[in-house]
């Protein structure tokens, strides 16, 4: 059974940083693709952060470009996004998605809140 968790949310000043963490069980994560998104009630799911399995490559969301990055331990099978210089609007519930190369089904972790206010 594949479970993602999600920790590492919070409160955070403006300007401030977080690290959110999103540890895997059923999934080996140096072998699957792993996507940050975000979401505000009232608005659409927004995708964050992407990395893959093989080759490192990262994708990021144009409001994460040059503030957010995304990482993986393959020894604690977890997934990272590094969290900087943050805004009021950065304030969603943050989840962790991840899937197999090629598989159609994915898996979402149960999000973590971050909160970006004075």
């Known amino acids: 059974q594949v479970q993602l968790v999600e920790s590492g949310g919070g409160l955070v000043q403006p300007g401030g940083s977080l690290t959110l963490s999103c540890t895997i069980s059923g999934l080996t994560v140096s072998r699957s693709i792993v996507r940050w998104y975000r979401r505000v009630p009232g608005k659409e799911r927004e995708f964050v952060a992407r990395i893959e399995g093989v080759g490192d490559s990262t994708m990021y969301g144009d409001s994460a470009k040059g503030r957010f990055t995304i990482s993986r331990d393959n020894a604690k099978n977890t997934a990272y996004l590094q969290m900087n210089s943050l805004k009021p609007e950065d304030t969603a519930v943050y989840s962790c998605?991840?899937?197999?190369?090629?598989?159609?089904?994915?898996?979402w972790g149960q999000g973590t809140q971050v909160t970006v206010s004075s």
């Open positions: 998605n991840a899937y197999r190369p090629g598989a159609t089904t994915s898996y």
